[in-house]
């Protein structure tokens, strides 16, 4: 839910970044996209709830070259302004892929939980259930052969009595 959040929030801000820009539309007609590229994409790696995340840690851009002098004097800002959209964008599309995996393993730990619940512990307890009767059984037989055992010995201790 967290993340959702920081989704939402991430989202807001993009729009509201982008909306600040909109009266400049014109400007942004004349600005070259292609001058900036996103070099490289530092993240590490966290393991929530058993399950690897990957955590944005910063963003490389390139800058190609170009000439201050032959551009508009907003140039610079255009730049910085796309390096902060691109970023906020890269941390959003992080955002999304960490939600994704979270909510793959909770689908799958769900799964595990109902064939826990629904499959293998009724069978288990059939299983136990069988083991608890035959374990009754075989005390039942022991008492029975013991109670056999002790009538045949009362039985041959008086036949050896009644000889004397």
Do not use: C
């Not at 994704?100 to 288990?124: C, H, M, S």
Request: charged residues 40%; proline residues 2%.
């Amino acid at each position: 839910k967290r993340a959702k959040n920081e989704i939402d929030e991430l989202e807001k801000e993009l729009e509201k970044q982008i909306r600040s820009y909109q009266k400049m539309v014109g400007m942004w007609l004349e600005f070259d996209a292609s001058l900036l590229r996103v070099k490289d994409v530092h993240f590490s790696k966290k393991k929530i709830a058993g399950v690897l995340i990957p955590i944005l840690e910063t963003v490389d851009f390139e800058t190609r070259p170009f000439s201050v002098f032959n551009r508009p004097k907003w140039y610079l800002d255009g730049v910085r302004t796309l390096e902060t959209l691109a970023e906020i964008g890269i941390r959003r599309d992080f955002h999304e892929l960490r939600i994704q995996r979270l909510d793959y393993a909770r689908k799958k730990t769900t799964q595990k939980v109902n064939l826990f619940e629904k499959v293998q512990i009724p069978g288990y307890q059939d299983a136990i259930l069988k083991i608890k009767r035959y374990l009754e059984d075989e005390e039942n037989l022991s008492k029975s052969s013991q109670k056999i055992m002790r009538a045949h010995l009362e039985k041959k201790k008086e036949e050896e009595d009644s000889v004397w």
